[in-house]
Every structure is written in structure tokens, then in C-alpha cells.
């Protein structure tokens, strides 16, 4: 069962939100697969409104900023890491004309931003966008501090120009020729004290002049201490950063430590770049620019929340780079160059920023969603649907929009064994299918079918349970499970032949017979209570047997049997006749053809290379040549049988079976009776490995489609009577009245049956109750009868004419809506 | 879910034990706790129902759906 905890433990082994590795190497964390993305599209005007959300002056950052975003970028695993900042100055430049920046409305709070340079610029316009009123003292006659000595082939001067003017649209009051020291104009005051008292907060992004302020802590380097993480000073509301910072903090946007001569050529050329600037830059040493965005950025938040009276601390850990958890595959990524700039001032043309962008992988994970077409059919990733799956566990009213999604799925595990964190959503479904039997709230309609299916295989018409004749005990039983027996009844009666006659045995132990259903059913739709109650009357009868070491044919019994039955011994079928050999006497095989079969296995066998290999030595020793299906053995995928997804989503079950049978051309071998049946229905041929065992003509079988619902009972309950009395030589006791009621049924008629999950002896006891009641309606027009029966949860409608000593069926439907008794008026 | 009777169907049906000619009445149908009235033809003696295949599969199925999900 699953609690609140643990659901958010396995949300948050979800990767696939986290960032990508150039936005978490970015200090101030830009969008940057966001923004290309929009360039993909040719949308500039897009990639410069991403691009803002972050950037407070996208026009000089581009331009100067050494990229740490880069060194990290996945692509250079393909080539050339993506020009990150050229992209970047492309949405400056093609982006022109979006809406203009918004401030939110004026608070009543003033903040004091000393120095004119790129930290303090960024304190001043985050803070002015949240509505603070805010006053820049810078001691030269401009803004922009060191940005005036970079080169101007690096940054023209006017980029620098056009993007400060958005100081003045949000209406900074700017104090130019303002130093700190005159700040009080009579000098003896001193300068913070003043500061303090006419403004909320105080931010200093000054380099010098660190002197004249009194009262302030200072580091051993003789630099402004102030706390890492909210860049607070000693001084309560005076916080501090840019280039007073010491600039080995160089190293945060180097995540990984390299040093320089490891270093690939393209990040040697971003030191070289950094070099470059901050030897054009005058004393004291240049602090990259955007470390000295983030630091403004960071010190502005820390300001903003003390100024809302919320906590400085609280979740602030992922601030600055970091090195993402995200996974990203770069299977099938074909190496590519970076996109060269042809023009040195502008850089990109419009068409080349395209190009360039595209080559960005726009790195996610996706991993397990590539490969299941459940997953995809939703639309999400485990992390959203696991929150959906959490939300509709615990909402008392309302829609519960997750059940089709917790019950779609066919619980195979393909995405356990792809998921880079070991992410099971099949495990989630099954335990949240689980939780809503207990909650009472699975749709009832769900697994019902299924649920009866598996009642009426461990009811008197099936069940058996029985030792060899002539012994007390059995060494071995097979245990051929309810649905190869329903497919292909013949074959279990083979098989059981084989058994006794080749696998060696004590005289007084042989091999004994188990026929039911291994409660696989009930396992998948979370009816912990029907599955234990099978389970019990499973041991009691293997016990009576004396323990036998059971056989099994079908893998899905199998992971009920390993999972559940850890004292009961078991064997795969496959296994058996690997290590004892074909059966003797097979018929003579004719036209066996050369083209090879693709294998497919079963997903219950996921983890079980030792029947995988079985099934392949059996091919082997049969003669066949057999192909590997791309995902095979423990990547392996489910028919859609699994889970009970056929039954759930029908629609979905469709596209996923038809997936599979679509990778590989060739005919397909499998050994599971659902697989075989599934793919034949969607028009794949498969054989199943006893078809090549025991089938006269194998290549005629691969096309013959599996028996319908009804048929299926029948197949059962004929198989037990002919081993009953072949085997043991008794009569299998006469069933219920209504089952020998006789019926006629066109193939169009029987279709429509199998679509509505119709079964024969639902109407058999339709007919049966009307017949004997009298209770059923006329139709005057066609003289047809109209009748109807609720036998269980279901009420089924039957229409029908009287033949002889049969009864010809026109059409059949149902509902679960209950015609309320004695509702007469 | 009235519109599910013609009147073609009126003179159509009877009920084969009674012999009695269908009629238009109000019958509770109810599913998962929440029922609803629904005019429908029934037999006038025995209360014998007339659900058609339309509103089975249709308007029927619809609503049980919807209350499996709430
Ligand atoms: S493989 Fe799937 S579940 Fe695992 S991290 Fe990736 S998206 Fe999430
Ligand atoms: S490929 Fe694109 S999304 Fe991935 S790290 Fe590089 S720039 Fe970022
Ligand atoms: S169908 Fe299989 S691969 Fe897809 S989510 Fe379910 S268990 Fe995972």
C-alpha cells in the first residue's frame, strides 16, 4: 500500500524535471533550451522573453559572458558545444519589439544601491521590476563601472547604452558624481548610518572605497565578509557583492574541476576570452560578469524577502551553478560542428541562429517514455503522473481523472530496467490499484471480466488438482495455468503425456496435474483479497499432493509463483524440455521454411535469462534460425496482455501490441499463449513455441487467430473432461442446466459478443431465466423475444427467437446500471 | 435519456407473459449509489422493463463511466 512518503520518494526519483546542464551551470540559471527552443522555431521575439526572465541585461551579457554553460553542454559529447551566447545575442538582436519589461506595482520600501556596476545594476532593476523605489549612487559621471573598459569589438558601447535605459523606464533614480563619501554632504556623518536610516536596505557593489565605510566586518584578504548565502554583512539590511567579492570565488562556475592543461581546446578559449577582459579591466581584479549578475541577483532576493518579513534562508540550496541529475541520452545524436558567425559585430544571421539551434538536443530524459507507449499515450513523464496518481489517492470528492492512467498500465517493468533512477511505474500502478480496492474505489468495471475469468478457472468446471493415478504423491505437477489451456488445450494434454513419459521419476512419485488459474488476475487489479484467497486454496491442494516441484508453462504464473510462493519449488516448462529433450515421436515437420522468426519474450521473463535461453536452445535444437527483436530478453516489452491493460484500455492495448509486432518484418516466435494470441489478432503471424514442437504444419498455425472469450471457457472445460476421463477414466459430472441450452449464433453476431465481452453462457442464462419465468418481451413486428437477467454485478439483454430445440440469438448488449425492483408507478 | 422511446416503439412491444401492450412510465435506474428516474416503457401489470440497445451501450454506459470516476 502506498503512503503519502513514499509516493513522494519515488515522484522525486523522477529526473526528468531537473534542469538541464547548461541552465543548472548557469549562476543565474537562464532558460537557455527554453530560449533555443523558441529559436528553433524562429521565434526570436520568444527566445528574448525567455531569455529576460532571468537576464536582466540580455544585450551586455551576451556579449560578455564567459559561458559556463557551455563547458557542461551535452552536445560537445557531439561535436561542438552549442554557441550558447551567440544564440543568446541573436534573440537580442531578432527579438526586438516584444512587449515591454513590466514593473509590478510601487511598494512603499527604498532601497539604497551603492556603485554603478553590474551587480549593483542588477539589485537595482530586479528590485525596481518588484515595485521598490530605488536610488543608484555611483561616484563616476556613468553607469556601468568596468563594462567601459572592455574592449569595444567585445561590447560595443552602444549595446551597453541601449541596455541601461531600461533603468530609467522603470524609473531608478539614478546619483551620478555621487561618491560614498559625499553622500553626506558635511562629511563628519557617517556615510552607512545615513544610508541605513533614509533607505529599507542598503547593497553595496562597490570595488574600492570599502574604506571609508565603518563598522563592517572584513574577511582575511581584507574584503567585505558577508554570509554566503544571503550576502548579508555583519550590518543588519546591508548586503554586499560584485567586485568587493574575491575573485577565487572563480571557481563555482567550474562545477567539475579541471585543470586548465585537461582542458578541452573550447573551454581553454573561454579562460582566454576571460583573460582578454580582465586584463582590458582596470584594479581591483574583474569578477566574471555573470558572477557578478548573480551576485546582485541573489543579494536582490535576499533584500526583497526581508523587506516581504520572510525567511533569507529558506530553500535557497540550488542557487548559482550546480551540477544537474539530469539524464540525457545521446544515443543515435550524429556528431555536428558549431554553426560558424559570419558577421563580427552582429554575429548570427537569422538563418544561421536556426541552424545553430537546432543542434541543440534540448536535453530531458524521456527515457522510459521512448520505450512505452503508455507513458506516451498520456502525454507526461512518471513525475507528473505519479503527482496525478498521488492527487487522485487522496481527494475525497470530485473527478478522480487518474484511474484510466493507474490501471492502463501493463505493469511490465520495461521502465524499472530504461530508467536511469530504477523507476518502476508499474510498481506505483499496481500498489495505487491497491489502495483504491482498499479505498474502495476502483471502477468496478475495471478488471471485472478478468476477475470472473479467473473465478471460473478455479471453479468445479476447470479446477483439478490430482496426483497420477495409482500414487499417493507427486514428485512433479504441471501446472499449464488457465490461459494456454484455453488456447491451446491440445497441447497441455501433450505436454502432460510428455511429462510422465520423459522427465525421470521415482516409481511412487510421478507427475501429477494442477489445473486453475494462478491468480495472476487478481494480483494485477490490486484484489488482494481474491489473490490470498486463491492462494490458500492453492496450498491446500499442493500440500494434499505432497509438495510437488511445479511445472510451469506460462512465465506470468511463473512471477506469481517466485514472488508469492518463496517455499514452493518451480521450473519453467522450457527449462524442462531443454535439459530433457523434445518429446519423442513428433510428427514429421513439412515445408519448414528458411526465412528466420523473430523471438519475443514474454515480459513476464524479464529477469529470467535462464527460460530465455531455454526457449532459444529450444529453437536452436528445433531447427529454426531466429532473429532478436532491438528490445529483447530484459528490455523486452509486454503484448499488452500484462496488467490486465486488454481489459482497462482496450484502445491503448491496440497501439501498444501493435508497436511491437511492427519491429521486425519477420514472423514471430514466442512462448506465452497471451503474446501469440495478441499479436494474431492484430494481424501479425506468430507461432508459439509448441506450435514448432507439436503442430504438423507450423507455418499454417501462425496465422490462425487464438478462440474468443467464450470459446475460451469451452476449451477449459473440455480439456479437464477429456483428461478426466482419459487419464483418470471417470465422467466429468454434468454441468448447470442452462449450459445445455442450445444456441444459434451467426459469425457476425459472435463478433459483436467478443467486442462486449458477451460470453455464451451469459445468454445461455438469459434465455434459460426467461424460458422458465416466462418474463421476457415481444416484439410484434419481427416476433422476436427481448429478455433480461442480472446474474451478478452485470444485467445482460438477449434477443432471440425459439428454433426446434435451439434458440437463434439476434444480438446481446449489457449494463451495470441497476433496474431498481418494485419501481412501479 | 427520454428520447430513447418512439413511438413506434409503443406499438411495437408487449409483454409476453401479461399479453398487454407497453406503456411509458418512470422507472429508478441506480448505479454506485446515485439513481435516477428515466421514463421507459414497461409492461402496466408485471413492471417488466424495456431498456433499447441505444440507451444501454449509449447514455447508459456514459453514466456509469462518469460515477466509476467520482
Ligand atoms: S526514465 Fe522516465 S522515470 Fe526515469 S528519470 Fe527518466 S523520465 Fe523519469
Ligand atoms: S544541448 Fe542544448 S539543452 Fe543540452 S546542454 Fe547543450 S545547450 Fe543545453
Ligand atoms: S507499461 Fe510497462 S514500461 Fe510502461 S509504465 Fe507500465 S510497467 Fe512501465
Known sequence: MMDQQELRELENRCIQEHAPFCTAACPIHVDVRGMIAAIQQGDFVGGLKILRKTMPFPGIISHICNQPCQLVCKRSEAGDAIAIADLEKACVIWGKGGEPIKALPPKPKRVAVVGGGLSGLTVAYDLARKGYRITIFEEKNILGGKLWDIPFEILPWSVTVNDLEILEELEVEILLNTPLGKVESNGRQDPLAFLCKRYDAVYLGIGADIHEIHGLLLDAQGQIKIDPVTYMTNKEGVFAGGGILNIHDLDIYAPQDISQSEMPPDKQALIEFEKQISSAVSQPPWRPAILSVMDGRRAATSIDRRLQKVSLTAARSNEGAYTTRLYTSMQGITPLPVVPTTDLIRGYSKADAIKEAQRCILCECMECVKVCEYLEHFKGYPKKYIREIYNNLSIVMGTRYSNKLVNSCSLCGLCGEICPEDLDMGRVCKEARQTMVQQKRMPPSAHDFALRDMAFSNSNKFALARNQPGTQSSQYAFFPGCQLCASSPDYVYNIYEYLREQIPHTRTQEVGLILRCCGAPADWAGRLDLFQAAQVEFMDEYERMGQPKLVLACSSCYQVFKNNFPDVEIISLWEIIDQFGLPNDLPRKSNQSNTPLAIHDPCSTRYESHIQESARNILQRLGYAFIELPLNREKTECCSYGGLMWLANPELAEKVTRRRISESPEDYVTYCAMCRDFFVRQGKPTLHLLDLIYGANPQSLAHKPGPGYSQRHENRIHLKRKILKQIWEEDMENGITYENIRLIITPEVQNQLENRLILIEDIQQVIDYAERSGKKLLNKKTNRFLAYHKPGAVTYWVEYTPEGNSYVVYKAYSHRMEIREGSNQ | ?70
Do not use: F, H, R
Not at chain 2, 32 to 38: D, F, R, W
Not at chain 2, 39 to 64: R, T
Open chain 2, 1 to 70: 435519456m427520454s428520447e430513447y422511446i418512439s413511438s413506434d416503439d409503443l406499438d411495437t412491444w408487449e409483454c409476453a407473459a401479461c399479453g398487454t401492450s407497453l406503456v411509458i412510465g418512470k422507472v429508478m435506474i441506480s448505479y454506485l449509489g446515485s439513481a435516477y428516474p428515466v421514463d421507459l416503457l414497461k409492461c402496466p401489470s408485471c413492471g417488466l422493463v424495456l431498456i433499447p440497445e441505444e440507451l444501454a451501450m449509449g447514455k447508459m454506459l456514459e453514466v456509469e463511466k462518469s460515477l466509476e470516476d467520482k
